[in-house]
């Protein structure tokens, strides 16, 4: 294994526990729908627009199912690894070419949380519907709304200070210069 896998395999995996640690963090249980509201997506959405779009999905799924094994929430863990791989792999998609150019808050940016987070409130509204039926599942979306709209707001300083600081940080440089 080259050096660069070995350290890229190393980001992966302290973002991977970086998305599950934000996710545990600060729960709010759903009675309705048996799940529970979390600002875990700030840290996939910060993941998607500094490391791209494979980092985003391997770190949001991974990291957010593994989330929900170690909270009891292992009946969302195979929705949650899908639901949040793709909210990962969207943020990467459309925000970090422009986000890794630009180094600041672009309307891209905004752009690329905002259908992340709306991709996250569909997508858990159709695994509610399938688990628990879709007029259980309506419940859900207020609180989801309300978790991607906050991690949105909390994602978009921490965003700004690290695209402008990521030379500073010596194993994320080399993977940025590298990509």
């Known amino acids: 294994m080259t050096d660069f896998k070995l350290k890229?395999?190393?980001?992966?995996?302290?973002?991977?526990?970086?998305?599950?640690?934000?996710?545990?963090?600060i729960t709010v249980p759903m009675v309705g729908v048996q799940g529970y509201v979390n600002v875990g997506d700030t840290m996939i959405f910060?993941?998607?627009?500094?490391?791209?779009?494979?980092?985003?999905?391997?770190?949001?799924?991974?990291?957010?199912?593994?989330?929900?094994?170690?909270?009891?929430?292992?009946?969302w863990a195979p929705w949650t690894l899908v639901v949040k791989g793709v909210e990962g792999l969207?943020?990467?998609?459309?925000?970090?070419?422009?986000f890794k150019k630009e180094k600041?808050?672009?309307?891209?940016?905004?752009?690329?949380?905002?259908?992340?987070?709306l991709w996250m409130v569909f997508g858990?509204?159709?695994?509610?519907?399938?688990?628990?039926?879709f007029e259980a599942a309506l419940g859900s979306?207020?609180?989801?709304?309300?978790?991607?709209?906050s991690s949105i707001l909390f994602s978009l300083p921490l965003a700004y200070f690290l695209g402008r600081n990521i030379s500073?940080?010596?194993?994320?440089?080399?993977f940025y210069e590298q990509e």
Do not use: C, N
């Not at 779009?53 to 989330?67: H, N, V």
């Not at 943020?91 to 422009?98: A, K, P, R």
């Not at 500073?168 to 080399?174: A, F, S, V």
């Open 46 to 75: 910060i993941t998607g627009l500094l490391l791209g779009p494979q980092a985003g999905l391997i770190a949001g799924g991974i990291g957010s199912a593994l989330a929900d094994l170690l909270l009891g929430y292992a009946h």
């Open 90 to 98: 969207l943020v990467g998609l459309i925000g970090y070419h422009s």
């Open 104 to 117: 600041k808050i672009t309307f891209k940016t905004v752009l690329a949380l905002v259908v992340a987070a």
């Open 168 to 174: 500073r940080i010596p194993l994320l440089k080399e």
């Open 8 to 25: 890229k395999l190393t980001i992966y995996g302290l973002f991977i526990a970086l998305v599950a640690v934000t996710t545990m963090a």
């Open 124 to 133: 858990y509204f159709l695994a509610g519907g399938f688990m628990v039926g």
């Open 141 to 149: 979306i207020p609180g989801d709304l309300i978790q991607g709209g």
